[in-house]
T-cell receptor, first 110, second 110 residues
Framework: SQQGEEDPQALSIQEGENATMNCSYK?????LQWYRQNSGRGLVHLIL?????REKHSGRLRVTLDTSKKSSSLLITASRAADTASYFC??????????FGKGTTLSVSS | DAMVIQNPRYQVTQFGKPVTLSCSQT?????MYWYQQKSSQAPKLLFH???????NEADTPDNFQSRRPNTSFCFLDIRSPGLGDAAMYLC?????????FGPGTRLTVT
């Protein structure tokens, strides 16, 4: 089954720096989504990018999608300590089920 | 506020003793999902309901069952929990592509 694979697995930065996470997947998709998970909590939807879109912004988040390379990146600008969490990309399957990648654990220190 | 609620947040059960986890939603979404997430891993879809239609993932063990008596509620039954079933169980809902997650139930098997 298709699956997103995030890179890096872990990322540590200082407050104010930018954080970039990458996701690769295996097969054609309808859309790709990014979710955030704070420790021991449920996932929160951040942003969705459709297969015919190349870039999307939401606040301090910027997502790019390159369908020819089957990859996506999530950029968080001006990171804050509150951004500390795990970030997962998820690709759709048959329009209903999502397949999640293994996630990138981001640690932002003040 | 419209939301996804999971009860209990923490559940301890004994090896082989049946356990039921519950999920309710006030979003009136027609799709509900159950995921299993083990430590530092991606959420893994167990099954989902599209309205009353039940969809089981091919690799979901028979030990796991689900019920959806109405739109608002969905239950996960683990008939004979093993030590390997200790995990976070996440319930999610959707009406479109975006999924809304509950806070999860952390299951411990002793």
């Amino acid at each position: 089954s298709q699956q997103g694979e995030e890179d890096p697995q872990a990322l540590s930065i200082q407050e104010g720096e930018n954080a970039t996470m990458n996701c690769s997947y295996k097969t054609s998709i309808n859309n790709l989504q990014w979710y955030r998970q704070n420790s021991g909590r449920g996932l929160v939807h951040l942003i969705l990018i459709r297969s015919n879109e190349r870039e999307k912004h939401s606040g301090r988040l910027r997502v790019t999608l390159d369908t020819s390379k089957k990859s996506s990146s999530l950029l968080i600008t001006a990171s804050r300590a509150a951004d500390t969490a795990s970030y997962f990309c998820a690709t759709d399957q048959a329009g209903t089920a999502l397949i999640f990648g293994k996630g990138t654990t981001l640690s932002v220190s003040s | 506020d419209a939301m996804v609620i999971q009860n209990p947040r923490y559940q301890v059960t004994q090896f082989g003793k049946p356990v039921t986890l519950s999920c309710s939603q006030t979003l009136n979404h027609n799709v509900m999902y159950w995921y299993q997430q083990k430590s530092s891993q991606a959420p893994k879809l167990l099954f989902h309901y599209y309205d009353k239609d039940f969809n089981n993932e091919a690799d979901t063990p028979d030990n796991f069952q689900s019920r959806r008596p109405n739109t608002s509620f969905c239950f996960l039954d683990i008939r004979s929990p093993g030590l390997g079933d200790a995990a976070m169980y996440l319930c999610a809902t959707s009406k479109g592509y975006e999924q809304y997650f509950g806070p999860g139930t952390r299951l411990t098997v002793t």
